[in-house]
């Protein structure tokens, strides 16, 4: 008889694997555990044993989707010398990468009554990444002498709520042609943060 060698860390990363691209594709209320469990070939409890359940393993789909979204900022972020290029260069990674394919599933699970409360803020806590990145950016532009001393929390959430605001246009328009709006927005910005005002 041939059976498969069951190895936890190689049926994890199975399981994530088939739900996010099942997530992507019908949504959140619309996948099932069982969908999930028929994908990637494992049983239903051994997804319960990993992730409880079909709300947490989403939660930490979305928390590695972010991470994702981070790395791939750290490594553009080195291409840009001062903090002034780090934010235009920020706008577009924002505009570039609003789109993840769990979007859609996190507004619809983070909408739905049942949700619990500690996955309702881990989902929340997510925005602390991009806010993390925002701000780290406007730090350096002060130490710098790029930027005037101002309140660099205050320009996180303000630039934050600015980008997510012009990422609703994502559905409508195509990428490419956003861009001059996403920089436009920074220039916006700088002027009132940049030492000289330009």
Request: aromatic share 12%; with cysteine; glycine share 8%.
């Amino acid at each position: 008889m041939n059976t498969r060698r069951y190895d936890s860390e190689i049926a994890k990363n199975e399981i994530m694997k088939h739900a996010s691209i099942l997530f992507a594709q019908k949504g959140y209320n619309q996948t099932s555990v069982g969908d999930i469990s028929k994908a990637a070939g494992y049983s239903k409890g051994h997804i319960y044993y990993h992730f409880e359940n079909k709300e947490k393993l989403f939660v930490l789909l979305a928390q590695n989707t972010m991470q994702d979204w981070y790395s791939k900022w750290q490594q553009k972020e080195q291409s840009y010398l001062t903090a002034t290029d780090k934010l235009y260069g920020m706008a577009i990674h924002v505009l570039y990468n609003y789109q993840t394919p769990l979007l859609k599933s996190g507004q619809e699970l983070a909408a739905n009554p049942t949700i619990s409360a500690q996955s309702l803020q881990k989902l929340a806590d997510l925005a602390i990444v991009p806010m993390g990145a925002y701000r780290a950016i406007f730090q350096e532009g002060v130490d710098k002498g790029e930027f005037i001393a101002g309140n660099i929390d205050e320009w996180s959430v303000l630039l934050g709520t600015w980008l997510g605001g012009l990422c609703q246009l994502t559905d409508a328009q195509e990428l490419q042609l956003l861009e001059p709006l996403f920089k436009q927005a920074i220039a916006i910005f700088l002027v009132s943060i940049r030492i000289g005002g330009n």
